[in-house]
């Protein structure tokens, strides 16, 4: 069986770092926040390139503070690509704005500038472009469009640990939000997110929000409303051992793509057919490939060939979220978005994680030749 993401051999390679790092929290009893928590949140701004990480419980809430940050709420607009995660429109929901649907590019999967000018209205306030499947989207562009209008650009960088614009990390603007569900590219066990910004006022407003609304020293006493949604110590530590080995894992996600884009180009079957497009890999950037994603017309049965051969695949994402009954309310049909839309269709994730062997790779091309 070849897993689609293969945790359990992960933690094998550093058990012994892993296992004393949770160790170490319990001796500590810095479960909640702490040292290890603010180790990682300076490790990590670090190695985002970036002046401040305030670690949070999860990629949804990161981008919740942020937009929150930002002061976007009840009658405001933010617009986002219709091909992501169904979190990145929640956020945008759960602090009472609309989320605004864009089309994307037929190329990267990455939000369309062009077609983000065309939703702006006086109710527009922010930008959220989506790394998606560990790409950074066109952020000159998108950066230059905001700044003409007035809007705040917030970065869904969940899939995009480490990813490069133009040789700068993400976020490219001043914000971005990290998810470490266990599956992305660094993984809590457990859920586990975070923003990262080069803008302290918003660092701190976040900082505030996400511990009850207490200031820096507050205990009992509080200077807004605030919520609930802190880093856990035991996330913090495993997230600051695993940080370390984040570059080599990135590295080895690029080798991996780059065995099957070969094993797909010399593929005597497919040659002058285009019938599989490997993942199109813009030349500003370094991709970091959270997801490896081919295109094809028989996506479907090659879903299918990959079952039967026992090997995990997916849809990411399937069903884009103009389309989604959670948010028919917007109004929108089929056709509406004809490049996302053909994309769900065609689309389809290959195995791919930081310690994929050649041979698992090689297996997996095996069922595109045979085919
Ligand atoms: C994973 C993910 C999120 C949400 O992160 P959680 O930690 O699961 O809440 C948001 N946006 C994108 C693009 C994601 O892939």
Redesign the pocket.
């Known amino acids: 069986m070849i897993p689609f993401v293969d945790l359990k051999t992960q933690y094998k390679s550093i058990q012994h770092e892993l296992d004393e790092a949770i160790r170490n929290v319990i001796n500590d009893c810095a479960f909640i926040q702490g040292k290890y928590c603010k180790e990682f949140e300076e490790n990590f701004a670090r190695a985002c390139e970036s002046s401040f990480c305030v670690g949070c419980s ?3 809430t990161a ?1 919740e503070l942020a937009l929150f940050a930002y002061g976007i709420g009840q009658g405001d607009e933010v617009i986002l690509p219709s091909h ?2 169904i ?2 429109a929640e956020a945008v929901s759960n602090v009472g704005a609309t989320p605004i649907f864009a089309e994307i590019e037929n190329t990267t999967f990455t939000i369309n500038p062009n077609d983000i000018e065309k939703r702006i209205t006086s109710k527009t306030k922010a930008i959220l472009p ?1 790394h ?1 499947y560990g790409q950074v989207a066109d952020m000159d562009s998108i950066l230059e469009i905001a700044k003409k209008h007035n809007l705040a650009v917030i970065e ?1 960088c ?2 995009a640990h480490l990813a490069e614009y133009k040789g700068h990390r993400v976020p490219v603007g001043e914000t971005g939000c990290f ?3 266990p599956g ?1 590219n660094l993984g809590a066990y457990g ?1 586990a ?1 975070a923003v990262v910004t080069k803008n302290e006022k918003i660092a701190e407003k976040i900082r505030e929000k996400l511990n009850h609304g207490r200031k820096k020293g507050e205990k009992y006493s509080h200077s807004s409303i605030g919520t609930n949604y802190r880093m856990d110590g035991l996330q913090g530590a495993i997230l600051n051992t695993k940080l370390k080995h984040l570059p080599k894992w990135t590295e080895r996600r690029r080798q991996a793509a780059a065995l099957y884009n070969k094993g797909i180009k010399n593929n005597e079957r497919l040659k002058g057919h285009a019938d599989i497009i490997p993942p199109i890999e813009a030349d500003y950037g370094k991709h970091v490939y959270h997801l490896y994603v081919i295109r094809t017309p028989r996506r479907d049965e090659l879903m299918q060939k990959l079952k039967e051969n026992e090997i995990e695949c997916g849809v990411h994402y399937p069903i884009p979220l103009h389309l989604q009954k959670a948010y028919a309310f917007l109004g929108h049909k089929e056709g509406d978005f004809p490049v996302t839309e053909q994309a769900a269709k065609e689309i389809l994730s290959l195995p791919i994680c930081g310690n994929i062997t050649d041979e698992s790779i090689q297996k997996v091309l095996s069922i595109f030749s045979i085919h």
């Open positions: 999860n990629g949804t981008l992501t995660f979190a990145t989506v998606v869904d969940a899939q998810s470490f569900f992305k859920d997110g």
